[in-house]
């Protein structure tokens, strides 16, 4: 007969715990993406800088790259975002004051892009590649705060528009052309700078800006605007491009008029901020909702002729819709590439195993693509451009605003994937990147919008298509897969010229989304290192490509690529 011995009870007294802190060491984690240059980090912006005829603008873009690669200039856009504008309608007396207020790194952020000429700064000191260069400054504040970049945006398209009022242009330009920034509500002679807003559509109408039921009542001196505005972004702007009817007008036909938020005298003009819009993304921008009631108003332009007035602020801010988004997918890929190059799994970097080297190679691909593509458009809208230039810009630029901006958030959510669950949280900047993208596909023209433009301007304005054809026509002969989409193009252009409307409006964003594809790959042919042109021609136009990013052709050389990034 055996006997066991039990064993001793288990109490807390017993129990000891592990050193501290071993699960808490921080391992196989990338350190911190800061006081990084970034422009000096991207070959791609800097040889298109060069390319297109503002390499004289270095030095500025440097500096400006230094600065928004600062941890305190990162710091400042994620609090810009995380804690987001608040709508003030009362004082504490009872006094409406409709005032939108702002975590103190917005004014920062958008302090400093306004300081480096990122919204004026090829009106006020124009000369050859000054809208290039300006486009680059834009993009680099662009990149790590996209909010702010809204009223930067307005401010530089606006001016053309107040061109066509001289009086109101010898007062207002100065103002926009300043450097310096105030966000308080003041007299605009009082204020170091100036900044522009927008307010065009309406909830009855939307894109339809004919559809606008505001009403302007002609008053000596001006007009007097009542309506209700559905989207009016960056509230606490000096003043805004407005659209109203006209009262007096039998046709009720449409004009443009300049509304300032406050009066030259300080006292405030009526202009009710009834809500702030609860957007998916573009967080630190305070898209409003807007009442006017007998709000002070001056005509700009000729009276019934309002969307033909705006047409060119719209024609800029598309613009600034391409290059944001591109800017945001150098975000990206960046982001993606640094995770990439400082993390291991499985034995090996990231880096080096090649499912990942394919997906992050094309996802710089992408952004060298719509980079090169922006600055060519910038390149279009100089001063000095000449008739041809000018109509390819007119189809161009909406073109592109398609194509890139349809490809931002796919990009940004690749990207974000790279970084697994981290990239997912909101303490990374891709899950901000993530939601901010789709708004430069909606803003001034989602894709319908677009594709619609593009059918009227090849009946309205002939000379646009053979000027795109012309542009399409420098890389022909650089590589046949090429040819034959070019061939494509402009067979389906023809091919809209005897169609009926409906059949024309279910081609047109096949069309469209041809025409930009072909616009970047001609580019890729001509500007982009060897390597680069390949595997993006490889990838979306070879006989292999996949739909999904990371399906790159055999031979790719990822290293010559990723070099540039």
């Known amino acids: ?276 819009k609860n957007k998916l993304g573009n967080k630190s921008n305070a898209s409003s909702e807007i009442e006017l009631d007998g709000t002070v108003a001056f005509p700009v332009g000729e009276a019934g002729r309002g969307v033909r007035t705006i047409i060119e602020m719209v024609a800029r801010t598309r613009l600034d819709c391409v290059i944001g988004t591109a800017a945001g997918m150098r975000q990206a890929a960046a982001e993606a590439l640094w995770h990439v190059r400082h993390r291991a799994a499985f034995g090996r970097t990231l880096i080096d195993q090649p499912a990942m080297t394919g997906v992050v190679t094309d996802l710089a691909l992408e952004a060298e693509a719509s980079t090169l593509t922006a600055m060519r458009l910038a390149a279009a809208h100089e001063d000095a451009a000449g008739e041809q230039e000018q109509a390819f810009r007119r189809l161009a630029t909406a073109v592109a605003k398609y194509r890139v901006c349809k490809r931002g958030p796919g990009q940004a959510y690749e990207a974000m994937e790279c970084l697994g669950g981290n990239g997912y949280t909101e303490d990374f900047p891709l899950a901000m990147r993530y939601r901010e993208q789709p708004v430069s596909a909606i803003w001034e023209g989602s894709g319908n919008v677009i594709a619609l433009d593009v059918l009227r301007a090849l009946t309205r304005e002939p000379e646009s298509v053979a000027a795109f054809d012309a542009e399409l026509a420098l890389a022909a002969g650089a590589d046949t897969r090429y040819d034959a989409l070019r061939a494509r193009v402009q067979r389906e252009l023809a091919d809209m010229a005897g169609a009926t409307p409906d059949v024309a409006q279910s081609r047109a964003r096949r069309l469209v989304g041809s025409m930009g594809l072909a616009l970047q790959a001609g580019l890729m042919l001509r500007y982009a290192p060897t390597a680069s042109a390949e595997a993006f021609i490889g990838a979306r136009l070879g006989e292999d490509r996949g739909i999904d990013y990371g399906v790159l052709p055999d031979g790719t050389d990822h290293e010559a690529i990723l070099a540039r990034h």
């Open 1 to 276: 007969m055996s006997t066991t011995t039990a064993a001793p009870a288990m109490t807390t007294a017993t129990l000891k715990p592990a050193p501290v802190g071993r699960t808490h060491e921080v391992k196989n984690q990338p350190p911190e993406r800061v006081n990084v240059n970034e422009y000096l980090t991207y070959p791609v912006l800097r040889d298109a800088v060069e390319a297109f005829g503002a390499g004289w603008a270095d030095a500025a873009l440097t500096d400006a790259g230094a600065h928004v690669g600062t941890a305190e200039f990162q710091e400042d856009a994620r609090l810009a975002n995380a804690e987001g504008p608040e709508l003030v309608s009362f004082d504490h007396r009872g006094n409406r004051i409709d005032e939108v207020r702002y975590h103190p790194s917005y004014h920062r952020v958008i302090g400093a892009a306004i300081g480096a000429g990122a919204h004026t700064s090829a009106w006020a000191t124009p000369r050859a590649g000054a809208h290039v260069a300006r486009a680059a400054m834009f993009s680099l504040f662009a990149q790590v705060e996209p909010g702010h970049a809204c009223p930067v945006s307005m401010t530089h398209a606006a001016v053309p528009a107040l061109e066509h009022q001289p009086d109101l242009a010898k007062v207002w330009l100065p103002r926009l052309f300043g450097t310096g920034y105030d966000g308080s509500l003041r007299a605009p002679g009082e204020k170091p700078g100036a900044i522009m807003g927008m307010a065009m559509t309406e909830k009855q109408g939307g894109s339809d800006v004919r559809a606008n039921e505001t009403v302007a009542r002609r008053v000596e001196g001006g007009a007097l605007l009542t309506g209700h505005k559905w989207f009016c972004s960056a509230p606490m702007s000096d003043a805004f491009l407005v659209l109203a009817r006209e009262e007096s007008d039998p046709e009720g036909r449409i004009s443009c008029f300049f509304v300032p938020r406050v009066l030259e005298d300080g006292t405030r003009n009526e202009f009710r901020v009834q809500r702030l």
